[in-house]
Protein backbone atom coordinates (compact mmCIF):
# COMPACT_ATOMS: atom_id res chain seq x y z
CA UNK A 1 0.00 0.00 0.00
CA UNK A 2 1.15 3.38 -0.65
CA UNK A 3 4.38 2.09 -2.91
CA UNK A 4 5.47 1.49 -6.40
CA UNK A 5 5.94 -2.72 -6.34
CA UNK A 6 7.71 -4.57 -9.35
CA UNK A 7 6.26 -8.54 -9.51
CA UNK A 8 8.69 -10.40 -11.61
CA UNK A 9 8.85 -13.49 -12.89
CA UNK A 10 10.14 -15.73 -15.99
CA UNK A 11 7.29 -15.94 -19.05
CA UNK A 12 4.54 -18.92 -17.64
CA UNK A 13 5.05 -18.46 -14.22
CA UNK A 14 1.31 -17.33 -13.38
CA UNK A 15 1.78 -13.33 -13.44
CA UNK A 16 -1.32 -12.76 -14.95
CA UNK A 17 -3.02 -15.07 -12.61
CA UNK A 18 -1.39 -13.24 -9.86
CA UNK A 19 -2.30 -9.59 -11.16
CA UNK A 20 -6.10 -11.16 -11.29
CA UNK A 21 -6.56 -12.17 -7.96
CA UNK A 22 -4.54 -8.92 -6.37
CA UNK A 23 -6.97 -6.44 -8.50
CA UNK A 24 -9.98 -8.48 -7.66
CA UNK A 25 -9.12 -9.06 -3.80
CA UNK A 26 -8.86 -4.94 -3.60
CA UNK A 27 -11.96 -4.51 -5.46
CA UNK A 28 -14.27 -6.77 -3.48
CA UNK A 29 -12.13 -7.00 0.04
CA UNK A 30 -11.60 -11.19 -0.68
CA UNK A 31 -8.74 -12.48 0.98
CA UNK A 32 -5.75 -12.02 -1.35
CA UNK A 33 -4.22 -15.69 -2.75
CA UNK A 34 -7.24 -17.20 -0.14
CA UNK A 35 -5.34 -16.28 2.61
CA UNK A 36 -3.75 -12.01 3.05
CA UNK A 37 -6.58 -9.96 4.49
CA UNK A 38 -7.41 -6.48 2.56
CA UNK A 39 -7.51 -3.86 4.67
CA UNK A 40 -8.86 -0.83 2.13
CA UNK A 41 -10.87 -1.88 -0.62
CA UNK A 42 -12.02 0.38 -3.64
CA UNK A 43 -11.44 1.15 -7.60
CA UNK A 44 -8.68 -0.66 -9.57
CA UNK A 45 -6.81 0.26 -12.66
CA UNK A 46 -5.17 -2.36 -14.92
CA UNK A 47 -3.44 -0.98 -17.53
CA UNK A 48 -2.93 -3.88 -20.17
CA UNK A 49 -0.96 -3.53 -23.58
CA UNK A 50 -0.32 -6.65 -24.39
CA UNK A 51 -2.81 -10.03 -24.00
CA UNK A 52 -5.63 -10.29 -25.25
CA UNK A 53 -8.64 -8.44 -23.82
CA UNK A 54 -10.99 -11.52 -24.00
CA UNK A 55 -8.82 -13.76 -22.09
CA UNK A 56 -8.41 -11.33 -19.45
CA UNK A 57 -12.50 -11.22 -19.48
CA UNK A 58 -12.24 -14.82 -18.92
CA UNK A 59 -9.78 -15.35 -16.36
CA UNK A 60 -11.43 -12.60 -14.34
CA UNK A 61 -14.78 -14.41 -14.56
CA UNK A 62 -13.25 -17.76 -13.51
CA UNK A 63 -11.84 -16.24 -10.54
CA UNK A 64 -14.99 -15.29 -9.62
CA UNK A 65 -16.77 -18.27 -10.54
CA UNK A 66 -19.57 -16.53 -12.37
CA UNK A 67 -19.46 -18.37 -15.77
CA UNK A 68 -19.00 -16.39 -19.25
CA UNK A 69 -18.03 -12.93 -18.77
CA UNK A 70 -19.64 -10.10 -21.02
CA UNK A 71 -17.01 -7.53 -22.39
CA UNK A 72 -20.45 -4.45 -20.88
CA UNK A 73 -18.47 -4.78 -18.40
CA UNK A 74 -15.91 -3.03 -19.41
CA UNK A 75 -14.02 -0.40 -18.86
CA UNK A 76 -16.05 0.99 -16.71
CA UNK A 77 -18.07 -1.54 -14.13
CA UNK A 78 -20.99 -0.43 -11.61
CA UNK A 79 -20.00 0.96 -8.39
CA UNK A 80 -21.23 -2.20 -6.88
CA UNK A 81 -18.81 -4.93 -9.66
CA UNK A 82 -16.77 -6.87 -8.67
CA UNK A 83 -14.72 -6.39 -11.58
CA UNK A 84 -11.49 -4.39 -11.64
CA UNK A 85 -11.55 -1.55 -14.42
CA UNK A 86 -9.19 -1.87 -17.22
CA UNK A 87 -7.33 0.59 -19.99
CA UNK A 88 -6.79 -0.82 -23.81
CA UNK A 89 -4.40 0.77 -26.11
CA UNK A 90 -1.16 1.24 -26.84
CA UNK A 91 -0.42 4.96 -26.33
CA UNK A 92 0.66 5.00 -22.28
CA UNK A 93 3.91 5.09 -22.36
CA UNK A 94 7.19 7.32 -20.82
CA UNK A 95 7.33 9.36 -23.78
CA UNK A 96 4.08 9.92 -24.54
CA UNK A 97 3.01 12.91 -22.70
CA UNK A 98 -0.95 12.24 -24.34
CA UNK A 99 -0.93 8.77 -22.52
CA UNK A 100 0.07 9.62 -19.49
CA UNK A 101 -2.05 12.71 -19.14
CA UNK A 102 -4.93 10.02 -19.43
CA UNK A 103 -3.98 8.09 -17.06
CA UNK A 104 -3.66 10.84 -15.10
CA UNK A 105 -7.11 11.55 -16.01
CA UNK A 106 -8.76 8.60 -15.16
CA UNK A 107 -6.73 8.48 -11.80
CA UNK A 108 -8.20 11.94 -10.94
CA UNK A 109 -11.31 10.95 -11.99
CA UNK A 110 -11.55 7.19 -9.97
CA UNK A 111 -9.03 7.51 -7.70
CA UNK A 112 -7.91 3.62 -7.72
CA UNK A 113 -6.17 2.16 -4.90
CA UNK A 114 -4.05 0.34 -6.83
CA UNK A 115 -3.04 0.71 -10.60
CA UNK A 116 -1.30 -2.61 -12.49
CA UNK A 117 0.84 -1.89 -15.26
CA UNK A 118 1.37 -5.14 -17.64
CA UNK A 119 3.74 -5.70 -19.13
CA UNK A 120 6.17 -3.01 -17.70
CA UNK A 121 7.99 -2.74 -20.83
CA UNK A 122 5.16 -1.62 -22.48
CA UNK A 123 5.86 1.50 -21.20
CA UNK A 124 9.51 1.85 -22.18
CA UNK A 125 10.38 1.53 -25.30
CA UNK A 126 13.29 -0.86 -25.66
CA UNK A 127 16.67 0.70 -26.26
CA UNK A 128 20.35 0.06 -24.89
CA UNK A 129 19.37 2.95 -22.20
CA UNK A 130 16.05 0.86 -21.24
CA UNK A 131 16.85 0.65 -17.45
CA UNK A 132 17.90 4.24 -17.26
CA UNK A 133 14.31 4.92 -18.99
CA UNK A 134 12.46 2.53 -16.29
CA UNK A 135 14.55 4.06 -13.34
CA UNK A 136 12.91 7.09 -14.65
CA UNK A 137 9.12 6.02 -14.91
CA UNK A 138 9.15 4.94 -11.92
CA UNK A 139 11.01 7.96 -9.95
CA UNK A 140 9.49 10.81 -11.51
CA UNK A 141 6.20 9.73 -13.42
CA UNK A 142 4.31 7.17 -11.79
CA UNK A 143 5.67 7.83 -8.07
CA UNK A 144 4.24 11.93 -8.65
CA UNK A 145 0.97 10.12 -9.76
CA UNK A 146 1.40 8.00 -6.86
CA UNK A 147 1.91 10.50 -4.25
CA UNK A 148 -0.30 12.87 -5.55
CA UNK A 149 -3.41 10.86 -5.57
CA UNK A 150 -2.80 8.06 -2.59
CA UNK A 151 -2.09 5.13 -4.92
CA UNK A 152 -0.36 2.31 -5.15
CA UNK A 153 1.73 1.23 -8.32
CA UNK A 154 2.00 -2.85 -9.24
CA UNK A 155 4.36 -3.31 -12.59
CA UNK A 156 4.49 -6.85 -14.16
CA UNK A 157 8.15 -7.50 -15.14
CA UNK A 158 8.79 -10.44 -17.63
CA UNK A 159 12.68 -11.84 -15.87
CA UNK A 160 15.17 -11.95 -18.35
CA UNK A 161 17.54 -15.24 -18.86
CA UNK A 162 20.49 -13.46 -17.00
CA UNK A 163 18.42 -13.19 -13.91
CA UNK A 164 17.49 -16.68 -13.73
CA UNK A 165 20.92 -17.78 -14.12
CA UNK A 166 22.18 -15.57 -11.59
CA UNK A 167 19.65 -17.22 -9.19
CA UNK A 168 20.43 -20.76 -10.30
CA UNK A 169 23.93 -20.00 -9.18
CA UNK A 170 22.58 -18.61 -6.07
CA UNK A 171 21.88 -15.01 -5.90
CA UNK A 172 19.27 -13.46 -3.77
CA UNK A 173 16.73 -13.00 -6.04
CA UNK A 174 15.94 -9.14 -5.72
CA UNK A 175 19.70 -8.70 -6.75
CA UNK A 176 19.03 -11.20 -9.80
CA UNK A 177 15.84 -10.27 -11.03
CA UNK A 178 15.63 -7.27 -12.62
CA UNK A 179 18.28 -6.91 -14.23
CA UNK A 180 19.30 -3.61 -14.10
CA UNK A 181 20.82 -1.17 -10.64
CA UNK A 182 18.72 1.08 -12.52
CA UNK A 183 15.33 -0.57 -11.44
CA UNK A 184 17.09 -2.16 -7.86
CA UNK A 185 17.20 1.70 -7.00
CA UNK A 186 13.67 2.50 -7.28
CA UNK A 187 12.37 -1.08 -5.94
CA UNK A 188 10.37 0.10 -2.91
CA UNK A 189 8.46 -3.22 -2.74
CA UNK A 190 8.99 -6.66 -4.94
CA UNK A 191 7.57 -10.16 -5.61
CA UNK A 192 9.12 -12.59 -7.55
CA UNK A 193 7.06 -15.44 -8.91
CA UNK A 194 8.73 -19.21 -9.62
CA UNK A 195 7.32 -22.07 -10.44
CA UNK A 196 9.82 -24.52 -9.32
CA UNK A 197 8.89 -27.97 -10.94
CA UNK A 198 7.37 -28.16 -14.60
CA UNK A 199 4.20 -29.27 -14.84
CA UNK A 200 3.13 -28.60 -11.37
CA UNK A 201 1.00 -25.59 -10.64
CA UNK A 202 2.84 -24.41 -7.81
CA UNK A 203 4.20 -21.13 -7.60
CA UNK A 204 6.94 -19.70 -5.21
CA UNK A 205 7.01 -16.28 -4.22
CA UNK A 206 9.49 -14.45 -2.97
CA UNK A 207 8.88 -10.72 -1.23
CA UNK A 208 11.11 -8.09 -0.94
CA UNK A 209 10.41 -4.57 1.00
CA UNK A 210 12.54 -1.96 1.28
CA UNK A 211 11.35 -1.45 4.70
CA UNK A 212 11.64 -4.58 6.18
CA UNK A 213 13.61 -6.38 3.50
CA UNK A 214 13.14 -10.18 2.57
CA UNK A 215 9.40 -11.73 4.28
CA UNK A 216 8.96 -15.56 4.27
CA UNK A 217 8.90 -17.21 1.07
CA UNK A 218 4.88 -18.46 0.08
CA UNK A 219 3.99 -21.14 -2.11
CA UNK A 220 0.56 -20.79 -4.02
CA UNK A 221 -1.14 -24.02 -5.77
CA UNK A 222 -3.96 -22.64 -8.27
CA UNK A 223 -6.15 -25.28 -9.95
CA UNK A 224 -7.54 -23.68 -12.79
CA UNK A 225 -11.09 -25.37 -14.36
CA UNK A 226 -13.73 -24.39 -17.09
CA UNK A 227 -16.24 -23.35 -14.30
CA UNK A 228 -13.58 -21.48 -12.37
CA UNK A 229 -10.04 -21.45 -10.42
CA UNK A 230 -9.21 -22.83 -6.85
CA UNK A 231 -5.71 -20.51 -5.56
CA UNK A 232 -4.23 -21.81 -2.07
CA UNK A 233 -1.30 -20.87 -0.33
CA UNK A 234 -0.09 -24.28 0.96
Known sequence: EGTTCIMGAPPGNFKTWFLLDAAISIRTGRPFLGRFAVRNTGHV????????????????????????PTEDAFPMPPEDSPLPHML??????????????DLKAYVEAY??????????????????????????LINTKLKTIRDEFNTSFVLV?????????????????????????????????????????????????SRHTKEHGYEADVKVSWEIQPWGVVVKTV
Open 157 to 205: HHTNKGGERAEKAGSRRRDSLWGSQFLNAGLETGWHLRVPKEGVNVVEV
Open 88 to 101: EGKNCHIQNDVGLA
Open 45 to 68: LIVQQEDNYTALLDRSAKLLHFGE
Open 111 to 136: RPKAIFIDPMYSFIPLADDYGVLASQ
